[in-house]
Every structure is written in structure tokens, then in C-alpha cells.
């Protein structure tokens, strides 16, 4: 039987915080042994699991992200087996969430955009939505021109159009800049093929009556609302007086 021994370790004090950093900085570096030790210690020590498995879960976002999306998903099973089987069985679910962590390619390029994005967000003024974004489901917010000049990206031949997203002040920022490492690498050609078919799309604005369910396909005008919030239906039409049709609403927040 292993032999154990009492392990230098404070749960809310210092050495707390510095094993959880040294297994941060082992597994950003891409060393599995030294990722797999400090796991262990802590693990060993009586480091609460789940805690553990949240940093896990963390590092798959900040420091791997879209160069191996398959990594959050795996650093969150580690995190149901634990809570699945409990300790001691655990541990091995852990370790292999840390062995997998430790050898994948590595982008911090998600956690990068949203620092800048809520930057942004925080020190920005707060612009209302822009317009051709809002959705419009009454003859109202229509006359007021919310949903002028949508394009909706299905319609286009490339299935992208050349529209802008981002308030004004914001117009042409880049958040998201991914790197040519792993996955994103893909992801990065993907974004620049993109971007270039949006701007080979034709420019032309849609027709403000034209409104699309979710399957894509042209839907029925939508019910107006009074007031009172009750459904006004429109005059049926003599033939259909025996049999009213029912009305559907097809439509759906663009």
C-alpha cells in the first residue's frame, strides 16, 4: 500500500493558491507530468474535487478555446464522473481531463475578446440596437423602421451578407482575432473566407415585407396586436366564412 504522509497543504490559506496556480501555468505550458503531479498533491492533500474540476473547466475556455473545442466538453465530464462516482474513483477522471488539457493546442484568443468586448461594453456609451436588428412583429414597430434593411443571411448565395452587426461607434471592430494554431487555425480560414464572401454579396436591401420562420421559408404576415394585447384577426374572406381558418404565427425573432 502507498505509504502516506501529511502533506503541506491550507485549503483557504497560501499553498492553496499557490498549487492551483502551479497546475494552471504546468497545463498552459503543456507539460502533462508536472500537470498530473500537481493534481495529485492536491487531490491527495484533500483539495475539494469539484473545485479542482471547475478550474479544469476554466483553463478549457481561457487557454484552449477554439484550438480544441472538444476540451471544454471533456474538462466538463471530468467534472460529472466526479460528481457521478465521488472520490477516491474520481481522480483518474481528473488526471486524464488534466493529461488532455496539458498536450492541446493552446489559444487564448476567446478569452482575449471578451476582455476587449466587455471593455467595450463597460466604458462605451450603451448605443440602442441598431434598427435593421430588431425584430418587428407590428405594423408599428415597421412604420418606425425597426427590421429595415435586415438581410437575411439564408437568402444569399453565399449564405452571408455584407451587413453590419455592431452598433456605430463600434463599426468595424475586431474582437475576435483566432490564431493558426490546432483547430482555429481551421477556424481563422473559415472567418477570412467568410468575411470575403460578405463582401463579394450584392447590395441590396430586402423586402420589408418579407419575413422568414425558421425553417427559412417565406412565413404569413404576422397577427397585430391591440392594446390589450388580444389578437386581431383579420376579416375573413366570405368563402371561409363556414370554416375560419385558423391563424398560425410562423414568425420568429430575426
Given amino acids: 500500500a502507498m505509504q502516506r504522509r501529511a502533506l503541506l497543504y491550507d485549503k483557504t490559506g497560501e499553498e492553496h493558491f499557490?498549487?492551483?496556480?502551479?497546475?494552471?501555468?504546468?497545463?498552459?505550458?503543456?507539460?502533462p507530468d508536472a500537470s498530473v503531479y500537481w493534481l495529485a498533491r492536491m487531490v491527495e492533500s484533500g483539495e475539494d474535487p469539484l473545485y479542482i474540476a471547475r478550474r479544469l473547466i476554466r483553463f478549457a475556455s481561457e487557454d484552449v478555446g477554439m484550438a480544441d473545442p472538444q476540451a471544454l466538453a471533456v474538462a466538463v465530464a471530468a467534472k460529472d464522473a466526479v460528481h457521478f462516482i465521488g472520490m477516491p474513483e474520481g481522480n483518474t477522471a481528473?488526471?486524464?481531463?488534466?493529461?488532455?488539457?496539458?498536450?492541446?493546442p493552446k489559444s487564448n484568443a476567446v478569452y482575449r475578446a471578451y476582455l476587449d468586448a466587455a471593455r467595450d461594453a463597460l466604458e462605451q456609451a450603451a448605443e440602442p440596437v441598431p434598427l435593421h436588428l430588431r425584430n418587428a412583429p407590428t405594423k408599428l414597430m415597421k412604420a418606425l423602421d425597426?427590421?429595415?434593411?435586415?438581410r437575411y443571411a439564408h437568402d444569399e448565395a453565399e449564405g452571408v451578407a455584407d451587413m453590419e452587426c455592431l452598433p456605430p461607434a463600434l463599426r468595424g471592430r475586431r474582437y475576435y482575432r483566432p490564431v493558426d494554431r490546432g483547430f482555429e487555425g481551421e477556424v481563422?480560414?473559415?472567418?477570412?473566407?467568410?468575411?470575403?464572401?460578405?463582401?463579394?454579396?450584392?447590395?441590396?436591401?430586402?423586402?420589408?415585407?418579407?419575413?422568414?420562420?425558421a425553417g427559412g421559408k417565406q412565413a404569413e404576415p404576422r397577427p397585430e396586436r391591440s392594446g390589450r394585447g388580444d389578437v386581431q384577426e383579420q376579416n375573413p374572406h366570405p368563402d371561409q366564412l363556414k370554416a375560419p381558418a385558423r391563424v398560425v404565427d410562423k414568425s420568429h425573432d430575426a
Avoid: F, M
Fill in 188 to 213: 481563422r480560414r473559415r472567418l477570412a473566407a467568410l468575411r470575403a464572401a460578405a463582401r463579394r454579396a450584392p447590395d441590396q436591401e430586402p423586402s420589408r415585407e418579407k419575413q422568414h420562420d
Fill in 94 to 104: 481528473l488526471a486524464q481531463a488534466a493529461v488532455y488539457l496539458a498536450t492541446a
Fill in 146 to 150: 425597426y427590421g429595415k434593411g435586415y
Fill in 18 to 31: 499557490n498549487a492551483i496556480s502551479a497546475l494552471h501555468k504546468s497545463l498552459r505550458n503543456s507539460d
